[in-house]
Nanobody
Framework: QVQLVESGGGLVQAGGSLRLSCAAS????????MGWFRQAPGKEREFVAAIRWNDGVTSYADSVKGRYTISGDNRNNTVYLQMNSLKSEDTAVYYC??????????????????WGQGTQVTVSS
C-alpha cells in the first residue's frame, strides 16, 4: 500500500509559478512511475505529467508542455511538479498518483493504483 500526500497548492496570479509536492509513504523506487493529474470543476480528471523511475523519462500533456516540469527525489520519496507561466485554465484540483508494476501508459488515469487527496490550484486572471 502506498499513501500519497500532496502539498503546495494555492492562489496565484496568471503568469506566476507554484511548485507542488507529493510525499510517498514508500520508497519511490518501489513504484514504477508517478504522475500528476488535474480536475477542473465540471470536467473529467486529466493527465498532466508523469515520470518513470527506471530511466527518468518524463511525459507531459500538450497543454502544459514547456511550462510544467515533473521531477523526483528518491532520498525523501517525493515527486514535484513545478508549474510556471500559469494560466487561468490551469485552475483545478491537482492529484498525485503512483503506479506499481510496469506499464506503457503512464498517461492513463486507469494505470494508477494509488492516489493522493488532491491540492487546489487557483490561477486568477
Amino acid at each position: 500500500q502506498v499513501q500519497l500526500v500532496e502539498s503546495g497548492g494555492g492562489l496565484v496570479q496568471a503568469g506566476g509559478s507554484l511548485r507542488l509536492s507529493c510525499a510517498a509513504s514508500t520508497r519511490t523506487f518501489m513504484t514504477y512511475g508517478m504522475g500528476w493529474f488535474r480536475q477542473a470543476p465540471g470536467k473529467e480528471r486529466e493527465f498532466v505529467a508523469a515520470i518513470r523511475w527506471n530511466d527518468g523519462v518524463t511525459s507531459y500533456a500538450d497543454s502544459v508542455k514547456g511550462r510544467y516540469t515533473i521531477s523526483g527525489d528518491n532520498r525523501n520519496n517525493t515527486v514535484y511538479l513545478q508549474m510556471n507561466s500559469l494560466k487561468s485554465e490551469d485552475t483545478a484540483v491537482y492529484y498525485c498518483a503512483a503506479r506499481a508494476g510496469s506499464t506503457a501508459r503512464l498517461y492513463y488515469l486507469s494505470a494508477y493504483q494509488y492516489w493522493g487527496q488532491g491540492t487546489q490550484v487557483t490561477v486568477s486572471s
